[in-house]
């Protein structure tokens, strides 16, 4: 049976006492009532007193300052932090042409997998442990991997593969690739998304202003047809070279004033309220500046108004964000288990293994981010082999690493913004993972974390490379080589508001 606890760790220039019930199991629960606070705190006080301090599974640390002017995560966002790792799919014509970015010009004659299947893609994904998907619906080239009402001659409609489908009475299962992969995730429990590419290397009227009325009816029917999505993906490369419709030649428009994005924040905030936008400025989630998947050592999900547009060159705050922003817009931190983002034959060799993918999410999941890993799809409409080995020894690294939290059965003692764990026997440690309560902003800028050797009485500095500034969704600091401990500290150095340990484990 669970046990609840009131903890409190006051610091000397305390300015308001924050005051959760903690639970084993439950989240946190509301402020306690003012009339209850006097009853509280006596026995706050007396528990302290008697040296009764229990194991929870959450902690309130009040530092000084107030929350109420910083920003805080939506319910859309919190969810979207704790999926922590998705999947991009990129697909279509690229993979049949050995191209990265298509020129607009090929023949939708190409795309004729022999055993295309979304289940597969989905399964081998969640074999992984990702827990969503985001597919490239189209992608610059402009080609659709659904049957486009206003663009039916370039997309799935005109392929050899969806015409043997339509023969079969198979076109609504398994032709239109946008609604199969969309109903495999729900069947297997899979959130999904969507990246709608803004330019168009096909279409004869990009950069006028026809294109974007097209391109706002696109959106409009993938966002009214596919179900619930979690995330809508915009990208940054946007004009230049191009078919356009037969023109062959260079166009540029101004990404932040073009495509009219307003009207489309407003367009996905009305037809999919839970879905975050993704783009280089958000609003719901930003490009962390890179594509190898690395957030900053220091990374807050705060930034500045009116600074990040789209295609955006300030790599730095990407990275990292800013203490002091005024908006909640998170990092998401993109890389591909291929040198490539579409499929070649010649990559099959390249596959990323376990290891590297494992520190990909210490620097990214483990940075406070979340992790798009893109798995692409191969000319047989099929996840390869290769890649779908590396997703589960990526998922087992991650389970063998984190399997047994050891300050499970530690005995907690708090004192200012210090928390000390006792464990009952000495143990070896090679990661500290930390979290902070987001619902209440974030606040902490420096943390330190020590540990007792066994039989020992003074406290050592936690060997890690990682600079221990920013804690946010999560924090996973891994040793640079195990050490054995029967004691653990945490302090909180330096924070801009109140600052919430939501939890803190080692493995």
């Known amino acids: 049976m669970a046990h609840s606890y009131l903890l409190y760790i006051f610091t000397p220039k305390l300015v308001r006492f924050n005051l959760y019930r903690l639970s084993m199991k439950s989240p946190l629960l509301p402020v306690f009532p003012w009339r209850l606070a006097r009853w509280a705190l006596c026995f706050s006080a007396m528990s302290f007193a008697l040296g009764v301090v229990a194991r929870a599974a959450l902690v309130l640390v009040a530092a000084q300052g107030d929350s109420t002017a910083s920003p805080r995560p939506t319910a859309a966002q919190l ?18 042409t050995d191209a990265e970015w298509g020129y607009g010009d090929a023949s939708p004659a190409l795309f004729d997998p022999d055993s295309l299947d979304c289940r597969q893609w989905v399964r081998a994904l969640k074999a992984g442990g990702l827990k969503g998907v985001i597919l490239t619906a189209k992608h610059h080239d402009g080609f659709c991997l659904w049957p486009s009402r206003d663009n039916p001659d370039y997309s799935i409609a005109r392929t050899p593969y969806y015409i043997k489908k339509a023969r079969a009475g198979r076109a609504r299962e398994e032709g239109d690739i946008v609604g199969w992969l969309s109903r495999a995730c729900r069947e297997e429990g899979l959130h ?17 202003d026809s294109y974007v009325d097209y391109y706002h009816r696109q959106l409009t029917d993938l966002l009214s047809h596919y179900g619930p999505l979690f995330e809508v993906w915009f990208d940054g490369a946007n004009g230049g070279d191009g078919y356009y419709g037969g023109a062959r030649e260079k166009r540029r428009i101004d990404a932040t004033t073009y495509y009219r994005f307003p009207q489309i924040y407003q367009l996905v905030d009305s037809l999919q309220p839970n879905a975050i936008i993704f783009s280089d400025a958000g609003p719901g989630c930003r490009w962390v500046g890179n594509e190898r998947g690395h957030a900053g050592q220091t990374c807050w999900a705060r930034v500045p ?3 990040l547009t789209l295609g955006t060159d300030k790599v730095q705050l990407l990275g990292q964000g800013q203490a002091d922003g005024d908006l909640w817009i998170p990092a998401e931190c993109d890389v591909s288990i291929r040198p490539g983002w579409f499929w070649h034959a010649q990559e099959d060799a390249q596959v990323k293994q376990p290891a590297e993918l494992f520190d990909i999410y210490l620097k990214s999941v483990g940075r406070g981010g979340t992790m798009l890993l893109n798995v692409p799809v191969n000319r047989h409409g099929r996840i390869s082999a290769p890649d779908i080995a590396a997703l589960r020894g990526f998922r087992q690294l991650r389970e063998q690493a984190f399997a047994r939290d050891i300050l499970a059965d530690a005995t907690l003692a708090a004192a200012d913004n210090t928390l000390t764990y006792s464990l009952p026997a000495p143990a070896s440690i090679r990661f500290v993972v930390l979290e902070e309560d987001i619902r209440q902003g974030q606040h902490i800028e420096a943390f330190h974390v020590a540990y ?8 050592l500095p936690l060997p890690t490379a990682e600079a221990t500034t920013t804690i946010g969704h999560k924090r996973i600091l891994p040793l640079t080589h195990p050490v054995s401990a029967d004691a653990l ?9 109140p600052a919430v340990i939501r939890s803190v484990a080692a493995f």
Request: aromatic share 18%; charged share 15%; glycine share 10%.
């Open 192 to 208: 999904f998304g969507l990246y709608l590419s803004p330019w168009d290397r096909h279409r004869a009227d990009y950069a006028s």
């Open 305 to 307: 108004s009116g600074v």
């Open 452 to 459: 007792r050797p066994a039989g020992q009485t003074a406290f």
């Open 79 to 96: 969810a979207w932090h704790d999926l922590e790792t998705y999947a991009f799919i990129h697909y279509g014509l690229n993979t049949y």
């Open 489 to 497: 500290r945490v302090a909180i150095n330096a924070a801009n508001g």
